[in-house]
């Protein structure tokens, strides 16, 4: 089995793409059209690793698909509309916000969840049901709960992104999966995709900053105004997302997995959206996922300690 690389190196990433941004800005279309082929390339690495011909598998455990939708469909929109009004002066951190943390988490949580000893079968089987589901859902409810900030007539560009840098790589990916259930080179192929979904989501951070960042560099500081809240975010759902696993009466393995998944968030689904959005209105979004990202990554450094001593396997 071909080894999965740790996340650390997405924060190595980010610091890299600040660096080429702030160091050796480069205005280019060139630019611009490596980082969107980057980003589906991105997409595809991610959509291929999740089992999207397994669907019965979510299916066979109807609790766990009620405390999951529960946590995303519920949860996280309550605990994000509330932290949302903090940044009510700041209708593009406010928007960015809603969009990172309405996505459930489709990639980076999954690793979590194996190191913490939970349920991965669990969570695995709904996950592709998460994915097409956020593409419609995020962005209807962040338009809702950002009380008019976001309207309607600002996502039309986003539906561009959506066909060809989510759904196009994802059909790719599907095909692909049907490939390697077939043949084994295809599948041994597809593994060392999988272990280097890492790599692909670095560079797409590093390409986001690069082309990003010199834009925006005056509005750099209201980026800060975000990190309490996105820790707060993890704070919150570690208890609320025990309390869905307990109310639907699951495994200690299966409440593991719902603590991790439901704080796991899916900025790397919405940072195609996020870039396609007008970028003289919104173009301080993607750097608010890619924010997210990076806290991300330390929150489920945390998780994947406290988890299973909050969570003991050998609980009733």
């Not at 589906?40 to 690495?45: S, T």
């Not at 949580?109 to 939970?118: E, P």
């Not at 560009?157 to 994802?170: K, L």
């Not at 609320?240 to 109310?247: E, P, V």
Request: glycine share 8%.
């Amino acid at each position: 089995m071909v080894r999965q690389m740790s996340t650390a190196w997405i924060l190595l990433a980010v610091i890299v793409g600040a660096g080429l941004a702030i160091f050796v800005p480069w205005s280019s279309p060139i630019l611009d059209a490596v980082t969107w082929v980057v980003l589906a390339v991105m997409v595809f690495c991610v959509v291929q690793a999740l089992p999207l011909l397994s669907l019965g598998k979510a299916i066979a455990k109807p609790r766990v698909l009620v405390a999951l939708f529960s946590v995303n469909l519920l949860v996280v929109p309550a605990v994000s509309f509330v932290l949302s009004r903090v940044l009510w002066q700041h209708p593009d951190v406010q928007v960015g916000l809603l969009l990172v943390l309405l996505a459930p988490g489709v990639a980076l949580s999954l690793t979590t969840v194996k190191q913490a000893g939970g349920d991965v079968e669990s969570v695995l089987g709904a996950k592709p049901v998460l994915l097409v589901g956020q593409l419609v859902v995020v962005p209807l409810l962040a338009i809702g709960l950002s009380g008019g900030a976001l309207r309607f007539e600002d996502l039309p560009p986003t539906f561009v992104a959506i066909a060809f840098v989510i759904v196009v790589p994802g059909i790719i990916a599907l095909g692909f999966q049907a490939l390697a259930a077939r043949s084994a080179p295809a599948s041994r192929v597809r593994e060392r995709l999988s272990a280097s979904t890492v790599v692909a989501i670095s560079v797409a951070v590093m390409m986001v900053l690069w082309s990003r960042v010199p834009g925006h560099l005056q509005e750099l500081p209201e980026l800060f105004r975000l990190v309490p809240l996105f820790f707060a975010f993890f704070v919150l759902m570690a208890p609320l997302g025990l309390l869905a696993g307990i109310l639907t009466s699951l495994t200690p393995g299966e409440k593991r997995a719902i603590m991790i998944v439901g704080a796991g968030r899916g900025g790397v689904i919405m940072l195609p959206i996020a870039m396609a959005l007008d970028q003289d209105t919104w173009g301080l979004i993607p750097l608010v996922v890619v924010v997210h990202l990076a806290i991300e990554i330390l929150g489920m450094m945390v998780y994947r300690s406290i988890v299973p001593e909050i969570v003991p396997l050998d609980q009733p």
